[in-house]
C-alpha cells in the first residue's frame, strides 16, 4: 500500500475563481453569499446563494468547448486544468483515473431545454443536449482533455458525491491500481426548477446561513468545483513536488433509515472508518471540517457524532457559510479547505455565527480564522439518503 498525497488543487467557488482567492475568503472569514441574479427569485421564500461570480470559460477553454459543456462542466475543467497545472506533473494514459461527484448534473441545460419545449413549445433540440446535461460529463471532458485513458467514472451520492469520488480515487492510487488520480466534484444547481424544488422542503435559508449557531434557520445553496491531483509520495518526493497535505484515509457508512433526516451513528461509524482506515487515533486529529450545513437538525445530529467520536472534540468548522451548500461538490470544497488548513497552519472559521447553541456544544472556530498547526484533520460529507463520506487527511512537512 503506497502512501497518497494532493500535489495539486484546483478551486472555482463562490469566493474566488482560484484556489488562491479561495484560501483568502477562508482565511479572511469573508462570506461569498449574495443575491442570486441568473434566476428571477422575486416569487421565492429566499433569494439569496454563493454563487460563483465572474467566471468566464472563455478565459480557459475555446468557444466550441466552451459551447459543448454545461456551466457545471465548465467549472469541472476549468479547476482540473488548474489542479494538474499546480501539480506539475504529467498526467494521462491508462495509469491516470478520473473520478468525479456530481449530484445533479446539467441542470442550466435541463432546464433550459424544458423552457424551450413547454414555453416555446419547440420540437428540435440542441444536438448536445444529452451529454451536455448528462452527470458524468465532467469526468468525460477531463479525460478528453488530458488523456486519460485508466478509469474514469463519476459518483453520484447526493451531498457526498464528491468525497465518495475522492476516497474511491485515494483507494486506486494506494493499491497501485493507477499512479494518479485527477479527482474533485463540480456542481451548477442554480436553476428556476432547482430552487423551486429546495425551497419546497422548507431547509433554505432566506439569511446567509449560520451553522451551528442558535439562531439559524437553514442552509444556502452553493456552486462551483474543486479538484486535486493525486499520487504516491514516492513519486512526489522524487520530483521535488509541493505536497499540501496526505490523504489518510477514507471511511463510508449508510443509516439505512430515514431519506432526509439524518443519523448521528450514521456518521459517526463514517468518521471512526475513516480514521481506522488512516492508522489514526482519535487523539490524533485537530481539525474537524463539518458538514455543517446550517439545519436544526444536521447541526445537532453532527453535533452529536463528533462528541460520540472524540471524547475531547477538536476545534470543528463550517466553511458552507462561505462557500454555501454546493451539493455534489461539496466534500470537493470542503476538501480543498481541509489540505489548505493543513498545508497553512490556519483552521478557517465558521462565520456569520451569532449565539451559542447547547445543542451544538462545539468549538466552531466563531467568525475569525485561528492560527493553528494540526497534524491531521477530517472532512465530513453525510448526504440525504443516509449515505455518509468522511476523508482523513494528515500534514507531511518537507520531503
Not at 446567509?208 to 449557531?213: D, E, I, L, T, V
Not at 461539496?330 to 483552521?347: H, P, Y
Request: hydrophobic share 40%; proline share 5%.
Amino acid at each position: 500500500m503506497r502512501r497518497v498525497v494532493v500535489t495539486g488543487v484546483g478551486v472555482v467557488s463562490a469566493l474566488g475563481l482560484d484556489r488562491e482567492e479561495f484560501w483568502c475568503g477562508l482565511r479572511e472569514g469573508r462570506s461569498g453569499i449574495g443575491p442570486i441574479e441568473a434566476v428571477d427569485c422575486s416569487a421565492l421564500k429566499f433569494n439569496l446563494g454563493a454563487v460563483v461570480r465572474g467566471f468566464h470559460p472563455l478565459a480557459r477553454l475555446t468557444e466550441k468547448e466552451a459551447g459543448q459543456m454545461d456551466r457545471s462542466t465548465q467549472f469541472a475543467v476549468v479547476a482540473a486544468m488548474q489542479a494538474v497545472e499546480d501539480a506539475g506533473v504529467p498526467v494521462g494514459g491508462e495509469r491516470t483515473a478520473v473520478v468525479t461527484g456530481c449530484s445533479v448534473g446539467g441542470k442550466c441545460t435541463e432546464d433550459e431545454t424544458y423552457r424551450q419545449l413547454y414555453q416555446e413549445q419547440r420540437t428540435r433540440f440542441e444536438p448536445l443536449t444529452i451529454p451536455r446535461a448528462m452527470t458524468n460529463a465532467g469526468a468525460s471532458c477531463i479525460s478528453m482533455r488530458f488523456g486519460i485513458t485508466g478509469p474514469c467514472y463519476t459518483v453520484s451520492t447526493a451531498c457526498a458525491s464528491a468525497s465518495h469520488a475522492m476516497g474511491q480515487a485515494f483507494w486506486m492510487v494506494r493499491s497501485g491500481l493507477v499512479d494518479s488520480a485527477v479527482t474533485g466534484g463540480h456542481e451548477a444547481p442554480f436553476t428556476l426548477a432547482m430552487l423551486r424544488g429546495w425551497e419546497s422542503m422548507r431547509v433554505v435559508s432566506p439569511e446567509p446561513c449560520r451553522p451551528f449557531s442558535k439562531d439559524r434557520r437553514g442552509l444556502t445553496l452553493g456552486e462551483g468545483a474543486a479538484m486535486f491531483v493525486l499520487e504516491s509520495l514516492e513519486a512526489a518526493g522524487a520530483r521535488g513536488a509541493h505536497v499540501y497535505a496526505e490523504m489518510r484515509g477514507f471511511g463510508m457508512s449508510a443509516d439505512a433509515g430515514h431519506i432526509t433526516m439524518p443519523s448521528a451513528d450514521g456518521a459517526a461509524r463514517a468518521m471512526r472508518a475513516a480514521m481506522r482506515d488512516g492508522g489514526l487515533a482519535a487523539d490524533e486529529i485537530g481539525y474537524v471540517n463539518a458538514h455543517g450545513t446550517g439545519t436544526a437538525a444536521n447541526d445537532m445530529t453532527e453535533t452529536l457524532a463528533i462528541r460520540e467520536v472524540f471524547r475531547r472534540p477538536p476545534p470543528v468548522s463550517s466553511t458552507k457559510s462561505m462557500h454555501g451548500h454546493a451539493l455534489g461538490a461539496a466534500g470537493a470544497l470542503e476538501g480543498a479547505a481541509t489540505v489548505l488548513a493543513l498545508d497553512r497552519g490556519i483552521l478557517p472559521p465558521t462565520v456569520n455565527f451569532g449565539v451559542p447553541d447547547e445543542e451544538c456544544e462545539l468549538d466552531v472556530i466563531p467568525n475569525v480564522a485561528r492560527a493553528v498547526q494540526v497534524e491531521a484533520a477530517l472532512s465530513n460529507s453525510f448526504a440525504f439518503g443516509g449515505l455518509n463520506a468522511v476523508l482523513a487527511f494528515g500534514r507531511v512537512g518537507d520531503l
